[in-house]
């Protein structure tokens, strides 16, 4: 079963994290410091904050796999539809081990297909990818796609 993912970008994480703990009524599932997820079933979605020095507000959203084959099947349809997607494997964000396939949507926003295979001890690892002016600052930032001709104009 797929989750919805959303990450937004927090000037007060500790602020932050006491808001979203009661709006959802549940702490966070995983707390650093600079960095905080649940990981809800109702809804059923992977909320993730951060306090990075990117501007605030939403930084990304995305879909989670729970499988290859599954992050395999959502990132042959973007390519199928004409998208442009940037694919990442083995990579760390977020403090997690991911493969990710990026694509931005017909009006710039940013998506994530992912699956995740493991923990890490740091926010991100792998060498940053150019970013969009808007995504600076982001862990996991993919490289905007290339405008297309097809009817997603990724």
């Not at 998506?111 to 926010?123: I, L, M, N």
Request: net charge negative; charged share 20%.
């Amino acid at each position: 079963m797929k989750r919805l993912h959303l990450h937004v970008a927090v000037p007060d994480l500790a602020h932050s994290i006491g808001f979203y703990a009661t709006l959802f009524g549940a702490p966070p599932t995983v707390v650093k410091d600079d960095y905080a997820k649940w990981m809800l079933d109702d809804p059923r979605v992977n909320f993730a904050i951060s306090q990075r020095g990117a501007a605030a507000g939403v930084d990304h959203v995305g879909i989670q796999v729970e499988s290859p084959a599954e992050l395999a099947e959502l990132a042959g349809r973007l390519k199928a539809a004409g998208a442009t997607t940037v694919d990442q494997t083995a990579t760390t964000c977020c403090y997690a081990k991911s493969d990710k396939s990026w694509v931005e949507d017909p009006a710039g926003v940013r998506w994530e297909t992912f699956f995740t295979f493991g923990e890490a001890v740091t926010y991100g690892e792998d060498a940053p990818l150019e970013a969009a002016p808007a995504a600076a600052g982001a862990c996991c930032a993919a490289e905007p796609a290339p405008a297309a001709t097809a009817c997603c104009g990724a």
